[in-house]
Structures are given as structure tokens and as C-alpha cells.
């Protein structure tokens, strides 16, 4: 007996550079999906932070003071939530004028920007995630609303909480003595 093949996503596949990995590319695999787009986001962040931070060693990146879990929080839980409806409308808008492709990058920048009105050196890695977060968002959106705004949500929680824990609880990571 065979199985009929149902496809995932409706309408046509989103065109998109041959160079985004296939499983970021498509809305069919949620949990695969969502691992390939921590590890980008994580990995390209943490690059480009030591990238930024041999540079311009100089530059402060954001400072955030420590709350315990309320902190965790607000970093890991509510900033995704409310940014990825931000997103959201933002990619809306840019798609009605751009390609997706165009609409992504934008759309990153735009976050990069307004990272660095926080913090100059901020901005210059926060481009990079929101790079991964707003090709989920279009991906999945051809599946529907609820994914496209769960996907992103999620792979920003999971970028935002490991450090949400090290700056709410710095004595978690103690270094040895020099």
C-alpha cells in the first residue's frame, strides 16, 4: 500500500537564493526547520560578535542590568513574541513592493538599525538573526499565519535564551583565576 504524498506548503515554493539550506527553505519540516535556523542564527551570531569584537574591541554592545527570571523573561519570551509581530508587519509591507529576497534583507536591516540605536556594536550582529528569523517568517507563511509567526518566534527564543540565563544569573559561568 502507498502512501499518497501530500505537499506541505501551497501555492509555489518562495524563490530564494540556492544558497539558503534547503530545510530553512522549506515549510515541511518544522522541527529540522527550526534546528537548521538556531544553529545559523547562534553560529553567524557569535561570528560575527568575535568578528566585531576584534575590530572595534572598543565598542559596548548593549548593557543589560540583571532581574533574575523576570529578566530571562523578557528576553527569551516577550522581545521574541513582540518583535516577531513587528516582523511580521514589517515584511507585509516590504512584499508588497520587493521580492522576498529584498523583503528579507530589509527586513534585517531595519532590526540591525534599530538594534544600534541601543547600541552601535549591537546592530552590527542582531542583522544576522533577524536575517534567519524573516526568511522562516515568508517560508512558513506560505503554510499559514500560525506557523509563520511560531517559527521565527520560536528559533528567537532559543537564539535570546542562553544569553537571557548568563546575563540574568552571571555567577552561573565562573571563570578560573589567572
Known sequence: MQEEIVPAVRGPQLPLPNFVPELLARADKPVASLLVAWALAWGGSLLLAALWQGVLPAVEGP???????????????????????????????????VKP??????SALIWGAAHSALAPAWGLVIWWPFLIF???YLVWRQRSILWALAMPMLAHAMQNLPSAILVNFPDLITLPAA
Do not use: K, N, Y
Open 63 to 97: 548593557d543589560f542590568e540583571a532581574m533574575g527570571w523576570f529578566g530571562v523573561f523578557m528576553l527569551a519570551v516577550f522581545a521574541p513574541v513582540v518583535e516577531t509581530f513587528i516582523m511580521a508587519a514589517i515584511l507585509w509591507v516590504l512584499t508588497r513592493f
Open 101 to 106: 529576497t529584498a523583503a528579507i534583507v530589509a
Open 134 to 136: 524573516s526568511t522562516l
